[in-house]
Each structure stands twice: as C-alpha cells, then as structure tokens.
C-alpha cells in the first residue's frame, strides 16, 4: 500500500550557519558597537541576549533575516518572553520545534476523517503516518493538509508506492 510520512523538522546544521553570520553582523554593524548583543544555540533552543529592547528586536529581526536567507521557515521558532537579565541585559529564549506535536498530530488526523478521505493517518511518536490504496488519494491528503495553513512547517517525505 501507499504510504508517506508528515514530519516537522529543523535543519540545525542550517540554524547553526544562520546563527553565524547573523552574529558577525552584529560584531560589524555600527549600532551595534560597543554591545553585549549575542546569540548562542543550546540542544533545540537558542538564547538571544541583548542591551535593551529595541537592540533585542534588532537582533530578532537580523536572525529571521538571516533564517531566510538559509531558507529555514521561520514557523519552526516560538519567541518566548523577554526577561531581565543580569548586568542590565534582556535575555530572550527562542525554542526550534521539532517534531508534530500530540495535539497538532491529532489536529490533523481529525481534519483528515471529517474530510472522508480514503486514507488511514497514525501518529507514530513525533510523526504521522499516512496509508492509502491509491496514490491519487495520498496527494489529496497532502493537499487537504497544506490547505490548513498550520503555522508549524511540514514536511511530507518517504513517498512509498
């Protein structure tokens, strides 16, 4: 049978480029000058830390700029809180989402059943799986999905015949 996977994931090799140059801009660019403006990936976060708020949102607007460039979707990071730090910084952690989350995968399973679809989804840990007789009918899930307009990047891979 006919099969694929919905899954969600980061490429942090690519995070880790943007995260680079984005902080080399920050070393060369004027208004930076004499900042303890920084950004640094920990695991499946990053912690953005800035001098104050408008550097803070300088620095936001400079890493998504940089993330597009490597074309890593911008969906795939959820801005936390500010919050004070020590030495009159602003310290920020963004978190990169990784996987389809339990209530996003059953989002999804739902919209599939209420559509009458000929195709079975299971949620296999941070996945979906997606079985069905016809290829035709896979290709309809997958746009029906793309049709949700979820926040969250998907991807579709391991198209099996």
Do not use: W
């Not at 997958?142 to 991807?155: F, N, R, T």
């Amino acid at each position: 049978m006919p099969s694929f996977d919905i899954v969600s994931r980061t490429e942090l090799p690519e995070v880790d480029n943007a995260v680079n140059s984005a902080m080399r801009e920050i070393g060369t660019r004027y208004d930076f000058k004499g900042s303890s403006c920084s950004i640094e990936r920990k695991e499946d976060s990053l912690l953005i830390v800035a001098d104050d708020d408008m550097k803070l949102r300088q620095v936001q607007e400079l890493l998504r700029g940089h993330l597009a460039k490597r074309k890593v979707d911008g969906g795939a990071f959820d801005f936390q809180e500010a919050e004070k730090a020590g030495g009159n910084t602003i310290r920020q952690a963004v978190i990169i989402k990784q996987g389809v989350e339990r209530e996003l995968a059953q989002k999804l399973v739902k919209a599939v059943k209420q559509a009458k679809m000929k195709v079975q989804v299971a949620i296999q840990g941070d996945e979906l799986r997606v079985t069905g007789k016809k290829r035709d009918d896979l290709q309809q899930a997958i746009a029906l999905v793309k049709d949700l307009k979820i926040e969250q990047p998907l991807q579709y891979v391991n198209f099996r015949d």
